[in-house]
Nanobody, 123 residues
């Protein structure tokens, strides 16, 4: 199983960034997909997810209206579009897969993790 995240980098506040996560080694179409992040000095936290069907998405209040998630089941890839980034979004972002139709918010219920990609937002 592999979740290969890419697209992280250094941006300025207010700018946008798109992360990608290419999955392999499991039945991508049967897993809810999502992104967690770990900000400096904080625990890893749920950010946003998309259901197996792709029809439902879930996100935390602090990213509502700024972050969107999409999946391409033909490419086994999930995307995270981040707009109007702020320094508080600085974190390592982890792609995650959950064998349930909807991703749980708890890190211990995630089935597979990617290695993470660093997003740094300067003020």
């Amino acid at each position: 199983v592999q979740l290969q995240a890419s697209g992280g980098g250094l941006v300025q506040a207010g700018e946008s960034l798109t992360l990608s996560c290419a999955a392999s080694g499991f039945m991508f179409n049967d897993y809810a997909m999502g992104w967690f992040r770990q900000r400096p000095g904080k625990d890893r936290e749920f950010v946003i997810s998309i259901s197996v069907s792709g029809r439902s998405t879930y996100d935390i209040d602090s990213v509502k209206g700024r972050f969107t998630i999409a999946r391409d089941n033909a490419k086994n890839t999930v995307y995270l579009q981040m707009h109007n980034l702020s320094p508080e979004d600085t974190a390592i972002y982890y792609c995650a897969a959950d064998s349930n139709k909807i991703m749980a918010y708890e890190t211990e219920r995630v089935d597979y993790w990617g290695k993470g990609t660093l997003v740094t937002v300067s003020s």
